[in-house]
């Protein structure tokens, strides 16, 4: 069996930024659970959070989580809120390494303030703040499910693929 690569972590840490740089370079192919959610459901997060609101797009996704941990040689960029149901980490384990991208609230920030409109959960007058009370409530979630850990503040795009490709070099 070829094994996985699944990254996990909040919203702006670079999962899908640096899981198709990995898979690039690896020659794995590579998905993103967020742009499955929008193909299965035909609306943009956006809408999908607007219109139907956060259960509903974590029944879609958790669909999606369980269709994606079916495959073999994938790097899986996962949402940030995954964890939030502990069925998609249960789908998800020993199919290969999970990683977790870990970023504190500032660098989130800096990172989100370029795709913001994106994300229907940080729409807010004071980002920051809710980034941080996200964090917190998630924190344990994150390292409850992981494998592997790449705390990324000081670290570009390329080293963290560089880490990811180590790890999975290693299982
Ligand atoms: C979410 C993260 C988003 C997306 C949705 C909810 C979250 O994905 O799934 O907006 O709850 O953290 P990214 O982590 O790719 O931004």
Redesign the pocket.
Known sequence: MKKNIVLI?????G??TVGKKVAEKISLSFI???EE?VKKSGMS?NEI?NRFGEEY?RKI?GEVIEELSNLEGYVI?????IV?NQENILNLKGKGAIIYLNGSAKKIEENIKKDAD????LKTDNVLNKIIS?LEERKDLYRKAMDFEIIIDSLSVDEVAEKVIDIYRSI
């Open positions: 972590g909040f919203m702006g840490t999962k899908t993103d659970s967020d959610i997060i959070f797009f996704e960029s996962t949402g940030g809120g939030k994106n994300r229907p959960l996200l």
